[in-house]
């Protein structure tokens, strides 16, 4: 069956980097977008973007350029989320989802970002 | 960017009642290009319905979805009590492929 594993969870210091992986398995990877979605504490879904999986083509919604950068490692079927110089306000869970009406989500990695 | 706008922000019902949970978009969603999501508190999302009414496998037929243009409904016609979540909208017509604030289903 369709499965997306996401690495887990993270703490880290202000200014730091995180990197989010996202396992899938039960397809074919490069036959569906990788969407990466975030929820802060108690908050609503929020659409970062997505990354085609057979160009590597990354898109990203506003508010999430310049730190944030979606990969792929095809050959093991992953995805990732990479973050830099972290934020308080990165605290969050983040998910991977699969396709663009996502019907196979990851279990969310939840970073935290504290002092 | 399509802001999408759900209401009621909480939905108090019973067991076996009827709900409605609606979203309006800011602008006409592209070809029904449109879909509804159930989370559960420590769980990631369920996608339910997509392309506007169409179920998502293993979904329910007590669960459907209707609507197009600016105006999208969901309809859970008994609820059940595992159906007591947070409802969210989802366009993904356009860039950025935005959600609603979403819907609270609570037990009354």
Redesign the interface.
């Known amino acids: 069956q369709v499965q997306l594993v996401q690495s887990g969870s993270e703490l880290k210091k202000p200014g730091a980097s995180v990197k989010v992986s996202c396992k899938a398995s039960g397809y074919i990877f490069t036959s569906s977008a990788i969407n990466w979605v975030r929820q802060a504490p108690g908050q609503g879904l929020e659409w970062m973007g997505w990354i085609n999986t057979n160009t590597g083509n990354p898109t990203y919604a506003q508010g999430f350029t310049g730190r944030f950068v979606f990969s792929l490692d095809t050959s093991v079927s992953t995805a990732y989320l990479e973050i830099s110089s972290l934020k308080a306000e990165d605290t969050a869970v983040y998910y991977c989802a699969r396709r663009t009406a996502s019907d196979s989500w990851g279990q969310g990695t939840l970073v935290t970002v504290s002092s | 960017?399509i802001v999408l706008t759900q209401s009621p922000g909480t939905l108090s019902l019973s067991p076996g009642e009827r709900a409605t949970l609606s979203c309006r978009a800011s602008q006409s969603v592209s070809s029904s290009?449109f879909?509804w999501?159930q989370?559960k508190p420590g769980q990631?999302?369920?996608?339910l319905i997509?392309?506007a009414s169409s179920r998502?496998?293993g979904i329910p037929d007590r669960f459907s979805g209707s609507g197009s243009g600016t105006d999208f409904t969901l309809t859970i016609s008994r609820l059940e009590p595992e159906d007591f979540a947070v409802y969210?909208c989802?366009q993904?017509g356009s860039?950025?492929?935005?959600?609603?604030?979403?819907t609270k289903v609570e037990i009354k």
């Open positions: 960017e290009y879909a999501y989370q990631a999302p369920r996608l997509y392309g998502a496998t969210y989802q993904y860039s950025p492929r935005t959600f609603g604030q979403g």
